[in-house]
């Protein structure tokens, strides 16, 4: 056996010792110029990877298409996993254990996709489900372990451009496959073959030429018309392109991640003097040290007055998105300094500093966010922002740690804090978390608070809007502009407060009286049935 087909023999075994399919690249060569042969292997079983990358579009259409939230979220990324699966198995890679933690995420957030109405939730759900699908495949093809936290965020880009500008791979991969003639094809495959591509193209010179043919004539139309009176022919252009577009970019990825070559480590460049950084964190640590001192004396001790005329509610309105912006600018800030200045103890010991006064501010704008809430209740945006402070100062943990240990793996350990955050705050459904607070801790419940209730968070609110008692509903009367609450949601129009309400829980359950089984959810489920039972208590009066 040459080296050429033991190392192909071998390419499972020496993934499974951590060896990079760089290395393989290296080693077996390639028979056509430049042509990595990850990347021959796809060219020259198209007919396998082709295959899957139209059921991974196809199941992008069948679970998406015009289905933002449905139950078949779940269904879409177990089957991305098993599309991937059979991927990696017909180029010799086998599944890395630690892949199955990035697998669960993914499930986690389409499980929670399916049990939400928020606009926001299901878009950033969406978002995480691709970067953790991203993560999961860069760490499958290559050796990420070593990487610095610039390095990863670094490939990840890469890759996506990669991914990018190989979109035309399956067409060029295909037409190659299908014309290129094979010695060992026997006349009846060349025939499939050819009647398959036939069909092919007059299925795509179809799709264009029929609707204008029905249009030019009105027989040949009325031929066709009990054929196609139910077809939405905008519906089966929206599915085709979507099933195009997951076919595509499917394609375009893997043979991204087959191409690209990333080093393990990270070259070495060039380090700046400490100096300079000694300096401007030295500035930056005497006046955090400073700020920080009267967040523990005046703000968590009180033991300073403040301002007079001044509460503490209003001392804390001001000054935690501010806090916020810090915060990240001195996330960003250690890291840079950690990557371009030579290492230095007195340096260390001030990005430390920096650290430790972070966590205050992180914790000042939480304190004064909780201030402010208990007197003016929460908003989507204060929860919010309340998570996200909250996420900073693990994260901020995880850098604090890396000034000491070179070795830490900062991104991976950033991927775990942000996902597992950013599931716990999916599965919250934080509009209902709002709703049931505000209710719970308002004394009096005006209109307008009931309003940002119905029109300004998702129908995850519903249930809970449901169970409100109309007599808790005060304040019914004109705000100093002369406004009824009835007159911001109607256009002028003379309505009732109480109409609004009405008005609201019918459309919540004429939205959801007839979904199909794509469009199941829970949170849809729940907020029909609480509209439906609210209409029939109240509906009438």
């Known amino acids: 056996?040459?080296?050429?087909?033991?190392?192909?023999?071998?390419?499972?075994?020496?993934?499974?010792?951590?060896?990079?399919?760089?290395?393989?690249?290296?080693?077996?060569?390639?028979?056509?110029?430049?042509?990595?042969?990850?990347?021959?292997?796809?060219?020259e079983n198209y007919g396998f990877f082709g295959r899957y990358c139209l059921l991974c579009g196809v199941l992008f259409s069948f679970c998406l298409y015009k289905n933002p939230n449905g139950i078949t979220w779940p269904v879409l990324i177990f089957g991305m996993l098993g599309v991937a699966y059979g991927m990696l198995k017909k180029i010799g890679l086998t599944v890395k254990k630690d892949?199955?933690?990035?697998?669960?995420?993914?499930?986690?957030?389409?499980?929670?996709?399916?049990?939400?109405?928020?606009?926001?939730?299901?878009?950033?759900?969406?978002?995480?489900?691709?970067?953790?699908?991203?993560?999961?495949?860069?760490?499958?093809?290559?050796?990420?372990?070593?990487?610095?936290?610039p390095a990863a965020v670094k490939n990840l880009i890469i890759i996506c451009f990669a991914s990018a500008g190989r979109i035309f791979w399956p067409f060029v991969h295909g037409f190659a496959y299908f014309t290129e003639a094979r010695e060992e094809a026997d006349e009846g495959r060349r025939r499939t073959t050819a009647v398959g591509l036939g069909i092919l193209i007059a299925a795509g010179l179809l799709a264009v030429i029929f609707p204008m043919l029905?249009?030019?004539?009105?027989?040949?139309?009325?031929?066709?018309?009990?054929?196609?009176?139910?077809?939405?022919?905008?519906?089966?252009?929206?599915?085709?392109?979507?099933?195009?577009?997951g076919f595509v970019s499917s394609y375009g990825f893997f043979g991204a991640l087959c191409s690209m070559q990333f080093e393990e480590t990270e070259e070495k460049r060039k380090a700046y003097n400490p100096l300079i950084a000694v300096t401007f964190a030295g500035i930056l640590a005497s006046v955090y040290t400073l700020y920080a001192g009267i967040q523990v004396l005046f703000l968590f001790l009180k033991l300073g007055g403040l301002p007079d005329g001044v509460t503490y509610s209003e001392y804390a309105r001001e000054g935690f998105f501010e806090l916020l912006f810090v915060g990240v600018v001195n996330f960003i800030l250690v890291l840079v300094c950690m990557a371009l200045f030579r290492g230095n103890k007195l340096l260390n010991g001030l990005l430390t500093v920096i650290c430790c006064c972070t966590f205050i501010m992180i914790a000042s704008a939480v304190y004064r966010m909780l201030l402010y809430v208990q007197t003016y209740?929460?908003?989507?945006?204060?929860?919010?922002?309340?998570?996200?402070?909250?996420?900073?100062?693990?994260?901020?943990?995880?850098?604090?740690?890396?000034?000491?240990?070179?070795?830490?793996?900062?991104?991976?350990?950033?991927?775990?804090?942000?996902?597992?955050?950013?599931?716990?705050?999916?599965?919250?459904?934080?509009?209902?978390?709002?709703?049931e607070y505000n209710l719970k801790h308002m004394e009096k419940v005006s209109m307008y608070d009931v309003q940002y209730l119905l029109y300004c968070l998702s129908d995850d609110a519903a249930p809970v809007a449901a169970e409100l008692d109309l007599e808790r509903i005060v304040d019914f009367s004109r705000n100093p502009d002369g406004e009824t609450a009835g007159d911001r949601y109607s256009g002028g129009i003379e309505v009732t407060d109480e109409q609004i309400l009405i008005n609201y829980f019918y459309a919540v359950a004429d939205r959801y009286k007839n979904l199909s089984f794509r469009e199941l959810n829970l949170s849809k489920l729940q907020a029909g049935r609480a509209a439906e039972k609210w209409i029939a208590e109240n509906g009438g009066h």
């Open 1 to 43: 056996m040459d080296r050429k087909e033991m190392a192909v023999n071998n390419a499972d075994d020496r993934v499974n010792y951590g060896i990079n399919p760089g290395d393989i690249w290296q080693e077996i060569g390639a028979d056509r110029a430049g042509e990595a042969p990850l990347v021959k292997k796809m060219r």
């Open 99 to 149: 892949t199955a933690v990035y697998c669960i995420g993914m499930g986690l957030l389409g499980i929670s996709t399916s049990m939400t109405c928020s606009g926001f939730l299901v878009f950033f759900n969406l978002a995480g489900v691709l970067l953790l699908f991203l993560t999961a495949m860069m760490h499958q093809f290559y050796v990420d372990e070593k990487w610095s936290f």
């Open 214 to 245: 029905l249009r030019s004539d009105l027989i040949f139309k009325g031929m066709f018309k009990k054929a196609f009176c139910n077809v939405e022919f905008g519906s089966c252009f929206g599915a085709l392109f979507l099933i195009l577009v």
């Open 377 to 435: 209740h929460l908003t989507f945006l204060r929860i919010l922002v309340l998570w996200f402070l909250i996420l900073l100062a693990f994260v901020m943990a995880g850098v604090t740690v890396s000034i000491y240990r070179k070795s830490f793996p900062l991104f991976r350990y950033i991927v775990a804090a942000v996902g597992c955050g950013y599931i716990l705050f999916s599965f919250a459904r934080p509009d209902r978390v709002i709703a």
